[in-house]
Nanobody
Framework: QVQLVESGGGLVQPGGSLRLSCAAS????????MGWYRQAPGKQRELVAD???????NYAHSVKGRFTIARDNAKNTVYLQMNSLKPEDTAVYYC?????????????????WGQGTQVTVSS
């Protein structure tokens, strides 16, 4: 019904930058909130940042001032610009979207997840 495809992860040195992208496709009627989560080895998945359809943003305290979330509603895409990266930012990053979609005659709202993209910050 709805697919989220992420890109942009990789290996970067401390202090470097990366930009993640996540594009949604499928039988989309409306995309509500979109966000990025991350999960480090041995830890629970945590919210990094999210953004409403109107553009209001929310950040985890640990990334505030370093990461910026943005979305392009025309492209059904959300971005995460990550600057001043630290080794503790190393994790698998997952895109999330709350999507209203149609299936047959009906509309449903569900949360969808991307497959995850690895971000490694190391010298």
């Amino acid at each position: 019904q709805v697919q989220l495809v992420e890109s942009g992860g990789g290996l970067v040195q401390p202090g470097g930058s990366l930009r993640l992208s996540c594009a949604a496709s499928g039988s989309i009627f409306r995309i509500n909130a979109m966000g990025w989560y991350r999960q480090a080895p041995g830890k629970q998945r945590e919210l990094v940042a999210d953004i409403t359809s109107g553009g209001s943003t929310n950040y985890a305290h640990s990334v505030k001032g370093r990461f910026t979330i943005a979305r392009d509603n025309a492209k059904n895409t959300v971005y995460l610009q990550m600057n001043s990266l630290k080794p503790e930012d190393t994790a698998v990053y997952y895109c999330n979207a709350r999507v209203t979609y149609n299936s047959g005659y009906y509309y449903y709202t569900d949360d969808f997840w991307g497959q995850g993209t690895q971000v490694t910050v190391s010298s």
